[in-house]
């Protein structure tokens, strides 16, 4: 898997400090698109997504800017933004389910 890489950018100014998270996800998200093809038969130890730590950064810091900045990565709290977050058609690209197919009503 891609290691996550950060670079530490000072602004000219001399005080300004920003962070760049960088990650290759290419083969996080073809894994994904392959598992997608296989049916999973059991609920229990199913894999529904995997997720590039590149992803998680970026949620994180997006709970932080709207003022949960107690947040912490791995929490039960974190655990189920990310829940909604794969919940979201947006980011259907990360799940590695499918829904099984219902016969009937």
Known sequence: MSELRTRFHLD????????????????ILQWNQEARRDEQRSDWGRHVARIPNVIYVKW???E????????RLFTEEF????QKKLQDPEWI???TDRPALQVGW
């Open 93 to 95: 690209y990360l799940r």
């Open 79 to 82: 655990d189920q933004i990310v």
């Open 60 to 62: 994180l810091n997006e």
């Open 12 to 27: 000219s100014n001399g005080q300004d400090l920003a962070i760049e998270s960088i990650q290759d996800v290419e083969p």
């Open 64 to 71: 932080h800017a709207r003022g949960n900045i107690n947040l």
